[in-house]
């Protein structure tokens, strides 16, 4: 038997989802290095080898066993038709922590108004299989071009319609689009081969990171609170506060204050805590969260 250390390969998006994903590895103790010279990235974890790829074909490359395991969007895994197993989904982007959208659009002025109108259309787009599955759910016949980019630039000059991916709706509003209907919804998706999952090795390896990132992604927006608390006051400090319904309470060594410490939306924050000093709370805390392991 070899006695040669074991690595697992993971494949990480590059582009828009980079920044965020390594990011999301940092607070999950992953701290990654060389992204912005290599394609293969330097990780403080001998057991990892890191590549950078694309979004839209990594779970190809998952799936033939190139990688063992990998993020990207549901859309390119369902766009590829990839054979993987999925173990976590978490949504976020450089933008928003909103799920993003593929969505049928078409100029404002269009006669187009719904997918059966499309029928005999000419349809852009760079997720040509995803757009063929939909039309063919529906019964629709049209001609689906693959785009290189500036998608929206092309209605109506060159096609009838496009079919791109979106956040916020406002560059299909700045290039005067309509969306028709929404493909679908996609969010990062940490997925495995059936190979590596089959190998008891890689499956507890991946299992760890899969935990970890969850956990840290169960961190995002929140923060955790600390505080002294008159012990007569408890009932009333968890009437006004539902959000603190769950709080670990501890005994201090004077027997009539207590101890309160639980974890909040950070967005409420500063509406909290001064009703935590109406209450009578003191040395009040808030302090960061790397993560959150339910």
Sequence with gaps: MSNEPRALRIGLPSGSL??????????????????????????DDPELTIRLLRAQELSRYVELGFLDCGLTGKDWIANNQSDVEVLAEMIFSKVSSKPTRWVIAVAEDSPIR????????????????????????HGVTAEVE??????????????????????????????????????????PQFIASKAAMADPWKRAKIEKIVLLLQGAYNARDKVGLKMNLPAGQLPALLAALPALRNPTISQLATA???????????????????????????????YPLNKVVY
């Excluded at 805590?273 to 003191?282: D, F, M, N, Q, S």
């Design 114 to 137: 719904t997918v059966q109108d499309l029928e005999g259309k000419v349809i852009a787009t760079e997720a040509v299989p995803l757009v063929r599955q939909f039309l063919a759910r």
């Design 146 to 187: 693959f785009s290189w980019g500036a998608t929206e630039v092309k209605v109506p000059d060159l096609v009838d319609a496009i079919v791109d991916v979106t956040e916020t709706g406002s560059s299909l509003r700045a290039n005067n689009l309509r969306i028709l209907e929404t493909i679908m919804e996609s969010a």
């Design 256 to 286: 009539d204050w207590i101890a309160v410490e639980t974890i909040i939306d950070e967005s409420v924050v500063r509406e909290i805590i001064p009703r935590l000093k109406e209450l009578g709370a003191e040395g009040i805390i808030e």
């Design 18 to 43: 980079q920044e965020p994903t390594f990011a999301l590895f940092g607070k999950a103790g992953f701290n990654i290095s060389g992204a912005s010279r290599s394609y293969r990235p330097a990780v």
